[in-house]
């Protein structure tokens, strides 16, 4: 089992930069393809981030290239998402997830092929 807990959310104005957080526990290792996901009010879950496996490959969704930057910290079993410019339409709960396996690019944007999802933190951006 893999526990995940995000932090660092908050409410911030459009233009302000962000930064959160995800500490794993449990069986985790730094070959799983991991990735941040987030749902805005009446949307469905949608890819931000990820890495595919020991993060070799990074992708990004073409909404948040340029502004937004995943790194982790294997040793400290954490994976950051720092967000920066900020805009309204970034609102969203923020999820980390990761899958038992790494996965390729096309996998890595699917939430269904994440296995472990943590509770998410609220990131709400005003104008």
């Known amino acids: 089992q893999v526990q995940l807990v995000e932090s660092g959310g908050g409410s911030v104005q459009a233009g302000d930069s962000l930064s959160v957080s995800c500490a794993g526990s449990g069986r985790t290792s730094s070959s799983r393809a991991m990735g941040w996901f987030r749902q805005a009010p009446g949307k469905e879950r949608e890819f931000v981030a990820g890495f595919t496996g020991s993060g070799a490959y990074l992708y990004y969704a073409d909404s948040v290239r340029g502004r937004f930057t995943i790194s982790r910290d294997n040793a400290k079993n954490t994976v950051y998402l720092q967000m920066n410019s900020l805009k309204p339409e970034d609102t969203a709960v923020y999820y980390c997830?990761?899958?038992?396996?790494?996965?390729?690019?096309?996998?890595?944007?699917?939430?269904?092929?994440?296995?472990?999802w943590g509770k998410g933190t609220l990131v709400t951006v005003s104008s």
């Open positions: 997830a990761v899958a038992n396996n790494p996965l390729n690019g096309y996998a890595i944007k699917r939430p269904e092929y994440m296995d472990y």
